[in-house]
């Protein structure tokens, strides 16, 4: 079952994504990278995502508000914003946005495993 189930992961740093998809992957889960919040709108990938992990800071349109894009829009996926500069200010926008689940980069496998358990208990219903 949690192969059916798509994780995008939207980051413009390589490494970081890459790494994040294959971290997702390895897991068990179907996992696409996208480099930027607009090459992810322009997929047509949304409608199948189940979480979407974001990073906070990108050109263009950051995680936050391609979170928020999502919610407007009314195709609202789980979200988990991710940042190599965690600030409180930041995580406290998130947290009233909906987001259910901000990390710090560098972040342990088992804290990301959890925190996309949490978002499709919240979102697609728990995965198998």
Partial sequence: M???LLIAVVDDDDSAREAAVSLVRAMGFAASGFRSAAEFLGSGEAARTACLIADVRMPGMGGLDLHRHLVASGTPIPTVLVT?????TTRARA???GVGNYLAKPFEP???LGCIRS???RGAGEPG
């Fill in 2 to 4: 949690s192969a059916n």
């Fill in 84 to 88: 190599a500069f965690p600030d409180e």
């Fill in 95 to 97: 947290m009233r946005a």
């Fill in 110 to 112: 088992d804290e990301l």
């Fill in 119 to 121: 978002g499709f208990a």
